[in-house]
């Protein structure tokens, strides 16, 4: 943008980070326990495919290493992307979620969760569907006016709608619980296999000065 008055800047207002990398190599040894593991049966298979019964599977000792190289990387990811002000974070759930060809899982987010991740494994098909993450609700969008775009709106990220993250085996992505994601129809011949997981931080939320402090210690 230019003006011959004065300097034009475009402020980048709320963005919201996702990590993507790369889990070690050494960890592909508990894709046969994670294979084993039974489905839920309440699960939702129409709208969310499959997920286990086991809802801590990377607290199983076969997964401390996994375990251990996830919470490094989410504390990084706190400490300084988010900025957030906590010594220690804990998984509060992890679970083997499977898309048998068919399957998918409409938009959501991860309540009761600050910091949410996934991690693929298993054998990919050039049709096994992304994460696709979904533009946080809010300005025009509010509204529900449907502005018209050009055909290149991908050239510019304030355009963007959704973003989707291509299945990878290893890959890794880490994200506020808050994000909406989605899991599109899985049009290949083979199962989609991730662990996703939340976490909280490993110790009280909020603070008692100001009237937001959550400590279940004190609660009768």
């Known amino acids: ?86 010594d220690n974070y804990e998984l509060s759930q992890s679970w083997v979620s499977r898309k ?7 938009m959501h987010t991860h309540p009761n969760s600050m910091i949410s991740g996934v991690f693929y494994y298993g054998e990919p098909s050039p049709k096994t569907p992304a994460i696709k993450f979904h533009k946080m609700a809010g300005g025009m969008n509010v509204n529900q006016l449907q502005a018209k775009t050009k055909p290149d709106k991908r050239s510019s990220k304030f355009a963007w709608e959704t973003f989707s993250v291509q299945f ?21 011949d083979k199962i989609r296999s991730s662990v996703a997981f939340n976490v909280v931080p490993k110790s009280n939320l909020g603070q008692e000065e100001n009237l937001t402090e959550l400590n279940f210690n004190k609660i009768v």
């Open 168 to 188: 990878e085996p290893g890959l890794l992505a880490i994200f506020p619980s808050y994000l909406f994601h989605s899991v599109p129809i899985n049009e290949s």
């Open 1 to 86: 943008m230019q003006n011959n008055q004065s300097e034009t800047h475009i402020l980048d207002l709320f963005p919201t980070p996702v990590v993507i990398t790369k889990m070690p190599d050494n960890l592909t040894s508990i894709i046969t326990l994670l294979d084993a593991q039974a489905p839920n049966s309440g699960s939702d298979v129409a709208n969310y495919g499959e997920r286990s019964a086991n809802s801590y599977i990377l607290n199983e000792p076969e997964c401390i290493e996994a375990k251990t190289f996830i919470l490094q990387q989410v504390k990084e990811f706190a400490d300084t992307i988010l900025l957030f002000d906590y």
């Open 100 to 106: 048998q060809p068919g399957q998918h899982h409409t």
